[in-house]
DNA sequence: AAGACGAAAGTGGTTGA
DNA sequence: TCAACAACTTTCGTCTT
């Protein structure tokens, strides 16, 4: 059972190379314990940990994380730490007992032979025992997905904490049962996105997962209605810039295509349409105005909409806004 | 020839009985 | 569970530049 496990992590994590944290992986040197050189430093807890079976190799190196400072009662408690802060991406939030790798007593002195084997044996079960708990099981491998997803995504981390918040919660009300933790993962990403305002379609996060979008999608509305969350709906200018930028546009076409949108907020004709409809059609009147014309099916490609929904949105605005636009 | 336009039929999902 | 429905897509013929 274990090697299968084993085998099945680290098959994954080729596929999935984070060229990001390359170079914080020192190359040389390798695990002592399971001679893999498959290293990770951790400069939350200012360790270096052997990724295949979890030994801590070097302690206390210098620690990135921000030094905390606090304004008022509330933050002191959050923020105040005797080691590092805790944070939600792991399955014990970072707060964990460990047995050291010196075989040492308390002062300092050697151990014999035979109790170094039993400090050998009980580090390794302590380990092992310490994510026992199915629940533990379960946000080890569905947090070790929020992540690479996330990643993948490119969100920032405050994101992904919330992500893993939600999903947190999540469990506890066992909603997850009968769904693959990965669609659950998923459709907790899409709806902290959605809360956060950060355009991501879920297109895109069916991509990154290889979950299907209809899979998300329903695990989504499941999570919503179970959790009672109120999502405000999309606005379609959230994807403005994401558009605008990958099809070369300068920010004034930006301007526009939001102010397009703010318009035709107001005037109520936005519900019920895709919001990346939307955007899409806001854009490319906004760069006919300019005089950057993109074509119709450009657009279209980049949105992830056709070019007749962009055609529909188009006349719509047109019609309702009274825009002059000369082709 | 490429792009824009719009009609018509098809698709997948939601809603309400 | 089923039918009605809205939004969107696909396909295709026609018009414009």
């Not at 914080?24 to 295949?52: F, K, T, V, W």
């Not at 026992?132 to 946000?139: C, G, M, T, V």
């Not at 709906?233 to 994401?242: A, E, G, M, N, R």
């Amino acid at each position: 059972m274990p090697t299968k496990t084993h085998k099945k992590t680290r098959a994954r994590k080729k596929t999935t190379s984070k060229p990001k944290k390359k170079p914080d992986i020192a190359p040389s040197s390798h695990c002592p314990e399971c001679g893999s050189q498959n290293l990770m430093r951790d400069y939350e807890r200012g360790e270096i940990i052997c990724r295949d079976c979890g030994l801590v190799i070097t302690e206390n190196i210098a620690d990135y994380g921000p030094e905390w400072r606090s304004f008022d009662a509330e933050q002191k408690n959050k923020r105040a730490r005797g080691g590092s802060p805790t944070t939600l991406m792991r399955p014990n939030k970072g707060l964990v007992t460990e047995i050291d790798q010196y075989n040492r007593d308390i002062r300092g002195g050697r151990i014999d032979a035979r109790q170094q084997a039993q400090l050998h044996r009980m580090r390794k079960w302590h380990k092992r025992v310490s994510i026992a708990s199915s629940f533990e099981k379960n946000l080890a491998i569905a947090l070790a997905e929020l992540d690479r997803v996330g990643s993948a995504l490119g969100l920032p981390d405050n994101v992904k904490e919330a992500a893993a918040l939600m999903y947190r919660k999540a469990v506890k009300q066992e909603l997850i049962r009968g769904r693959l933790i990965e669609s659950v993962v998923a459709a907790v990403i899409y709806a902290i996105c959605r809360m956060y305002g950060i355009p991501r379609t879920l297109d895109e996060i069916s991509r990154a997962s290889s979950i299907e979008k209809k899979e998300i999608g329903r695990a989504y509305r499941f999570l919503k209605r179970e959790m009672s969350m109120d999502i405000p709906l999309t606005d379609p200018s959230t994807y403005v810039p994401k558009f605008a930028s990958a099809l070369n546009l300068t920010p004034k076409v930006q301007e526009e295509a939001v102010k397009i949108i703010k318009k035709a907020l107001r005037k109520g004709l936005i519900s019920g349409r895709g919001p990346t409809g939307v955007a899409a059609a806001a854009i490319y009147i906004a760069a006919a105005m300019h005089g950057e014309r993109k074509t119709q099916k450009e657009v279209a490609e980049i949105a992830g909409v056709t070019e007749v929904t962009i055609r529909n949105r188009y006349r719509e605005l047109k019609k309702e806004l009274k825009l002059k636009i000369n082709l």
